[in-house]
């Protein structure tokens, strides 16, 4: 090749690795101009910030001002300040009526560091890093990956399609077949082991209504998320979809949609302290319900703080009741389905343990159907995706309360 081919071809070399760098260069600053137009959509100006010992910053938002009504449906929405009953006062009408836990109830890191006022809600501050490890577009940061349905399951001689999702792996406990307006349980707490910053590990109590493809739902428990927060502690999520994820709903606040009352509790903070193996059990107490005058789905958190509300307008089929509830876990993998299998953990990691309790557990499950009464359910039936990686256990005879254990190791050497 003669030196001024040599030279030519050189030259167009260098141009060419010249323009992947500028076209990087250009990928690069679009990327953080739209980080930062979405980080000036979430974090909304403060009336006060407290900075929590694990790195958070939470901020007090005037109530009037929060990210749920920027949704068109909530543009003219009055806040519905506290539920128009009671709940806790209703009484339990089951021959599982007593309501006596002998665990203790956690906190969250930041209440260590400060308090929000009245007329504020504490919203966590999304970070430019947090969005960077989402890995996944801008736009759709904190909502989950669509879920598509890759086989029927069938419980109770009925199909239900919702259970099964591709990339989404359950073991839980699940009611379905009637009408139902709130659920309850009790979650132990752990920190479950997450391989990769895409996935996640959640525990949590689920309504759900609406077609099989296009489900909808609300949930709220505790996860392990790192894709959401940037980190691997476990704190309390809720989430909403009103079309299986595709393009509605996400975790806590990061979208509008719910409606936040409570100054004490923030959605996606640290939970504290967590379960350890042999020690003391920690968990939080979720409950949901419909309120009878407005419609809105309250969320309550522990026994008796209402941290606020889906408004009915966010949905179709869940305007008006629910026609399942879930109790139990779910890991999130694009590696579910096939060999190597994610070794991210549900529950603690350990297959479920009804003698000792050190797995993943659920307990005082209730439900509202057509009356306001809590009670436990007429009809439960276990169900998992992958028995060999998930399981689920449920036991019914010689104890007080029905009580449900889940979780496992995710890849082992029974699940490959």
Partial sequence: MGKRKIMILLFSM???????????????TKTLSE??????????????????????????????????????????????????????ETKTKSKWDHEVSSVTVTSQLWQKSGSCPKGTIPIRRIRRSDQFKAGNSVENYGRKKPSFLHQVA????????????????????????????????????????????????????????????DFESIEAG????????????????????????????????TCPGFVQTSHIIALGAAVHPISLLDQLPYQITIYIFKDPRTGNWWLQY??????????????????YQAVAVEWGGEVYSSKLGHAPHTATAMGNGNFPDPNWGNSGWIKRMRIHDNSAALKFPDWVETYKDEYNCYDAYYVSDYVEDPEFYFGGPGKNFICP
């Fill in 154 to 213: 069938q419980l109770n001689g009925s199909q239900n399609s919702n259970l099964l999702q591709m990339n989404h792996s359950k073991a839980i406990l699940v009611t379905d077949g009637y009408r139902y307006l709130g659920a309850k349980g009790d979650i132990k707490v752990w920190n479950p082991y997450v391989e990769s910053d895409d996935e996640y590990s959640t525990s949590q109590v689920r309504l759900l209504s609406g077609p099989n493809h």
């Fill in 302 to 319: 522990g026994d008796g703080i209402n941290i606020g509300y889906w408004p009915p307008e966010l949905f179709r089929a869940l305007s």
């Fill in 14 to 28: 260098a141009l060419l690795v010249l323009s992947c760098v500028v076209d990087a260069k250009a990928e690069a």
């Fill in 35 to 88: 980080v930062n137009r979405k980080l000036k959509l979430l974090n909304k100006p403060a009336l006060k910030s407290i900075k929590s010992a694990d790195g958070d910053t939470i901020d007090c938002i005037d109530i009037y001002k929060q990210p749920a009504f920027e949704h068109p449906a909530l543009r003219n929405h009055t806040i519905q300040m506290t539920p128009s009953y009671d709940p806790s």
């Fill in 222 to 253: 505790w996860a392990v998320n790192p894709s959401i927060y940037g980190d691997r502690q476990s704190r309390l999520f809720a989430y909403w979809t009103a079309d299986a994820s595709k393009t509605t709903g996400c975790f806590d606040l």
